[in-house]
């Protein structure tokens, strides 16, 4: 979708590494969330925020840390804890209860 | 927490026979959308459902949403070969809340 945009397309993690994805959005959506899809998978719940400086965490929050210092972007670091952090991720922002607008996606392997 | 389960999870068909997925919620929802996530793609909003009972169609697809507001179901007539992808089901429950996505199904279409 051309209003939300993720960076980078593809990530490669050290183990002991932490790594951040990106995700901007110019759509003006109050809510913003974070996916992780492993291969031929659903849509896993990592965080997701509502509003500016709040967030709460998804079905599988453990590993994964974000921020909303701003409407427009809602950062997800993969940090070391996450042991199995092999997977794509989509970043999703919605208006109200609207349909969600998808990013392109951000495919993080392990080296 | 709320689940939304879909069957079949895959489904094989010939080009021209039809094709249904169900989606069933642990909760009665506020409303329902469909999406579609071509290989290697990201989830395109295909439709959103709200009154109970309601039915919609787009082209060769059709979709419901059952009486209790629990279940609905796509169904694609006569597929083709660009049919192919995983349909998700996202149940909303209340107001502006996080959406719930369903398992999936995975079509594959043989020629």
């Known amino acids: 979708d051309g209003g939300i945009t993720q960076s980078p397309k593809y990530l490669f993690r050290k183990e002991g590494q932490n790594v951040t994805l990106s995700c901007e959005q110019n759509l003006n959506h109050d809510a913003m969330y974070w996916y992780r899809q492993d291969p031929g998978q659903g849509l896993r719940l990592i965080y997701y925020?509502?509003?500016?400086?709040?967030?709460q965490k998804g079905d599988i929050a453990e590993g994964y840390s974000v921020s909303r210092e701003k409407k427009e972007s809602f950062p997800l670091t993969v940090t070391s804890a996450q042991k199995n952090p092999t997977a794509f991720y989509l970043c999703?922002?919605?208006?109200?209860?609207?349909?969600?607008?998808f990013g392109d996606g951000t495919r993080l392997s392990i080296l | 927490g709320q689940q939304v389960m879909q069957i079949p999870q895959y489904q094989h068909v010939q080009e021209g026979e039809d094709f249904t997925t169900y989606c069933n919620s642990s909760?009665?929802?506020?409303?329902i959308q469909w999406y579609k996530q071509r290989p290697g793609g990201h989830p395109v909003f295909l439709i959103q459902l709200v009154k109970s009972g309601e039915v919609k169609k787009q082209k060769r697809l059709t979709f419901q949403f059952g009486e209790a507001k629990k279940n609905s179901s796509l169904h694609i007539t006569a597929t083709q070969t660009t049919d192919v992808g995983t349909y998700f089901c996202?149940?909303?429950?209340?107001?502006?809340?996080?959406?719930?996505f369903g398992t999936g199904t995975k079509l594959q279409v043989i020629p």
């Open positions: 925020s509502q509003i500016v400086n709040d967030f």
């Open positions: 999703a922002s919605q208006w109200s209860n609207q349909p969600q607008h």
């Open positions: 909760t009665t929802l506020s409303n």
């Open positions: 996202a149940g909303l429950s209340g107001g502006y809340q996080k959406v719930t």
